[in-house]
Nanobody, 120 residues
Framework: QVQLVESGGGLVQPGSSLRLSCAASGSIFSLYVMGWYRQAPGKQRELVATITSGGNTDYADSVKGRFTISRDNAKNTVSLQMDSLKPEDTAVYSC??????????????WGQGTQVTVSS
């Protein structure tokens, strides 16, 4: 089992930056693909970015060039650097840990989320 705790959310103006952090505990962090998801009011939860243990990344088109996901396997943390924030980035951002074993058994864990509000 993996426990995830997010931090770093807040209220910022458009064009500003925030850095979200997620601390993981309870399992072997390096075995998991880590990701950030977000859910805005009235919308479905959507993928923001993912990163594998080896550093391969994937981003939603809406955040490419503005957001950067990174991880530190030694510290069991994953971060999301968010630059040039837009009002449409307003959402609850959640950290995700996912692992698929060789037998195809999936493990999927979520943090409680941190609120990001972009408003002038």
């Amino acid at each position: 089992q993996v426990q995830l705790v997010e931090s770093g959310g807040g209220l910022v103006q458009p064009g500003s930056s925030l850095r979200l952090s997620c601390a993981a505990s309870g399992s072997i962090f390096s075995l998991y693909v880590m990701g950030w998801y977000r859910q805005a009011p009235g919308k479905q939860r959507e993928l923001v970015a993912t990163i594998t243990s080896g550093g391969n990344t994937d981003y939603a088109d809406s955040v490419k060039g503005r957001f950067t996901i990174s991880r530190d396997n030694a510290k069991n943390t994953v971060s999301l650097q968010m630059d040039s924030l837009k009002p449409e980035d307003t959402a609850v951002y959640s950290c995700n840990a996912k692992r698929v074993t060789a037998s195809a058994t999936a493990y999927n864990y979520w943090g409680q989320g941190t609120q990001v509000t972009v408003s002038s």
